[in-house]
């Protein structure tokens, strides 16, 4: 899981890295990973009412409609 910088940039940062078993469900890891790090950014007051949203990208390899 990465973090997109601000503006007109390639760069991203590494926010989390967790490796799959055979048994996990690589959507349920997926959602608490995206759960744990807005989380992180409401408790550390980097999100607020009235703020833009936080938006989540993800490429085709994701299961959308399980996410949301």
Same mark, same amino acid.
């Given at each position: ?12 940062? !590494?926010?989390? #890295? #967790?490796?799959?078993?055979?048994? *996990?469900?690589?959507?349920? #890891?997926?959602? +608490?990973?995206? =759960?744990? #790090?807005?989380? =992180?950014?409401? %408790? ?6 009235? &703020? +833009? &949203? !936080?938006? !989540?990208? %993800? *490429? %085709?390899?994701? &299961? %959308? !409609? =399980?996410?949301?």
């Amino acid at each position: 899981m990465a973090v997109l910088e601000p503006g007109a940039t390639p760069w991203t940062g !590494i926010l989390d #890295v #967790v490796r799959l078993g055979p048994a *996990d469900d690589a959507t349920a #890891v997926t959602a +608490a990973q995206l =759960r744990g #790090v807005v989380e =992180r950014l409401l %408790a550390a007051g980097q999100w607020k009412p009235g &703020d +833009a &949203d !936080i938006m !989540i990208v %993800a *490429d %085709a390899g994701y &299961d %959308a !409609i =399980r996410l949301a």
